[in-house]
């Protein structure tokens, strides 16, 4: 959840400033060896839920871009957020999916010349249990 101005950091930068929302996903991940038996009950190992951020930045200037795409594209980064089910805030490590920007114009000293894009911060590990 995004409670307010300091609740969302990748590795050390405050990224709130440059979103336009966030989607907190909470994905289930299970085992291999799950499925429906012949009862048709589930049955299965359950690993764990994996967080998963999609966050849509406004358009950026050429600054800002240049501030944050090489946290985009680190191959590891600390995604810091307010998880409602830990009731804190939680640093999990992550990585980021694709992500692309799409410019009308000459990059400006306004936020004027791109349009918003997406990225999604995966979790590498499984969050805490409670």
């Known amino acids: 959840m995004y409670v307010d ?6 590795n050390t930068i405050n990224i709130g400033q440059y979103l336009l929302q966030v989607e ?3 994905n289930k991940l299970w085992g291999n060896d799950t499925g429906r038996n012949l009862n048709g009950d589930n049955e299965g190992t359950y690993i764990g839920v994996f967080p998963k951020l999609k966050l849509t930045f406004r358009d950026l200037t050429q600054a800002e871009i240049e501030l ?3 946290i985009f594209d680190a191959p590891q980064l600390t995604c810091t957020y307010y ?3 830990l009731r804190r805030l ?5 990585y980021t999916g694709d992500w692309a920007t799409r410019f009308r114009n000459t990059f400006s000293n306004v936020a004027t010349a791109g349009e918003s894009f997406d990225i999604s911060v995966i979790a590498n590990k499984r969050r805490p249990s409670v």
């Open 90 to 94: 939680y640093a999990m490590d992550s």
């Open 68 to 70: 944050l795409a090489p």
């Open 83 to 85: 998880d409602p089910v």
């Open 5 to 10: 101005k300091d609740s969302l950091l990748l």
């Open 24 to 26: 907190y996903g909470y």
